[in-house]
């Protein structure tokens, strides 16, 4: 049986001391603000709202009628209940992210919507690099040490194999600058998003690897105006909606009423046959 790839119980420990020292959520801020706005473009009323957060009290002050649902490996949703699921950026930790998904259409009613968000494959992409060479270096040897996280070229099946209907993925990157990698790290650990990996290592890191780590990092990405290092976190949208009669559905293969070539305004030239 292949091992969870999150560690579930590091995971809440993180994000609970995060909480309790004041947890830094600007990127959470900002994908909330981003999820008003598309929910304006669907030019949709929603009555029933689900949101599925670790982080209750944002979402709840710019969403007060909705539900807040943990983020748990079985989320806390009722069939058909909602019009309106938002799966608000964890979805990269999940262990089963189709599950999670499909639990979410599950809760949907029929033209009901899924909006989630995760953070995609480019993020931290510096911080994975210059953690790498610094390891191979002084340990000979590689460790996980950055969640691995989905490209955006294999999230539109992910939304089918969930079921659902006009699916949509999409995203955007953005740079925050650091005074250094240490900076960096204090506030991943204030977003509750350090190294949650169930094959991480249990022993101590050599300060050594850190200090190697930092001085690639500088050298390799840092402002060279500035100094301070840049960290890249991708945002991905995946957009679904729960199957309904009225909804765009693909014609059927044969049943065009015109040639491409006529629509195209050019000849149409046969394949060769094979003898």
Not at 43 to 59: C, L
Request: hydrophobic share 45%; proline share 7%; charged share 20%.
């Amino acid at each position: 049986m292949t091992p969870d790839l999150t560690d579930r119980q590091s995971l809440a420990r993180h994000r609970a001391r995060a909480a309790q020292k004041g947890a830094d959520l600007f990127l959470l801020d900002e994908v909330i603000l981003e999820a008003q706005e598309r929910l304006i473009e669907v030019n949709k009323s929603f009555t029933d709202i689900a949101i599925v957060t670790p982080w209750p009290e944002p979402w709840a002050a710019a969403f007060p009628n909705a539900r807040i649902v943990p983020d748990d490996e079985t989320l806390a949703l009722e069939p058909g209940a909602h019009d309106l699921v938002i799966h608000a950026l964890c979805l990269h930790w999940a262990n089963d992210p189709v599950g999670q998904l499909v639990q979410c259409r599950r809760a949907l009613r029929p033209d009901g919507l899924l909006l989630a968000s995760l953070f995609g494959g480019q993020t931290l992409h510096e911080l994975r690099t210059a953690l790498a060479e610094a390891e191979a270096a002084i340990t000979g040897g590689l460790s996980p040490r950055v969640l691995p996280m989905a490209e955006i070229r294999d999230l539109g099946g992910l939304i089918q194999r969930a079921g659902l209907a006009l699916p949509v993925a999409d995203g955007y990157a953005r740079k925050v600058m650091y005074r250094d990698l240490f900076h960096l790290i204090t506030d991943l650990r204030a977003m509750g998003e350090q190294n949650a990996l169930t094959a991480r290592l249990r022993h101590p890191t050599p300060r050594a690897l850190f200090a190697q780590a930092a001085a690639i990092y500088d050298q390799a990405f840092a402002d060279p105006e500035t100094g301070r290092i840049p960290a890249t976190f991708e945002t991905l949208w995946l957009t679904g909606w729960a199957a309904h009669d009225s909804q765009q559905k693909p014609l059927r293969p044969g049943s065009a009423l015109t040639r491409l070539a006529d629509a195209l305004n050019t000849a149409e030239t046969p394949l060769p046959t094979k003898d």
